[in-house]
């Protein structure tokens, strides 16, 4: 991990109780600490490494944010309209850096993205996600891989 410019770190008071949704989560800590060291260490690799790390990151955020709004619909969430908006918040937000990033080249920009899902994460989850603890449950949560979700292969939940 980049030690200059530490990020947070998933613990399991994150936790929704939702193991799929956990996974997720974890997932997305794991990423943002991949894209915080490549940063940090500069290569021949480097750029392929950012693009491939940009890359998941995007699918991610569509499929995990997929997989919980689907999951959301199907237990009448009271909260969804809700939940939607600050996924789509987020989702832009990171389109922003990147698309800055790829603008201008400055590695800056991918250490700033690694925050900003570490800090967004931690925030979303303890204040937005935990709302529906208890009301989601890995029964009633698609659980399989976010490529499948990402693609629109989501027939399973489908309305």
């Not at 955020?61 to 909260?79: C, N, S, T, V, W």
């Not at 931690?122 to 029964?139: C, E, F, P, S, W």
């Not at 292969?153 to 489908?158: F, G, S, V």
Request: proline share 3%; hydrophobic share 45%.
């Amino acid at each position: 991990m980049n030690q200059t410019n530490p990020l947070p770190e998933w613990t399991d008071d994150l936790s929704v109780n939702v193991e799929i949704i956990d996974e997720d989560h974890q997932a997305f800590f794991r990423l943002a600490a991949l894209m915080n060291d490549v940063t940090a260490t500069p290569d021949n690799d480097q750029l392929y490494l950012i693009e491939t790390s940009i890359n998941i990151l995007e699918e991610y955020i569509e499929g995990h944010f997929l997989r919980e709004q689907k999951a959301m619909a199907k237990a009448d969430y009271a909260y969804l309209v809700e939940h939607i908006a600050a996924h789509d918040a987020f989702a832009d937000r990171v389109t922003r850096i990147v698309q800055d990033y790829r603008q201008t080249g400055n590695i800056e920009h991918i250490g700033a993205l690694a925050h900003l899902v570490t800090d967004w994460l931690n925030i979303h989850i303890r204040g937005v996600d935990a709302q529906y603890k208890g009301i989601l449950t890995n029964a009633n949560v698609d659980d399989r891989p976010l490529v499948y979700m990402a693609a629109g292969l989501d027939t399973e939940l489908a309305s």
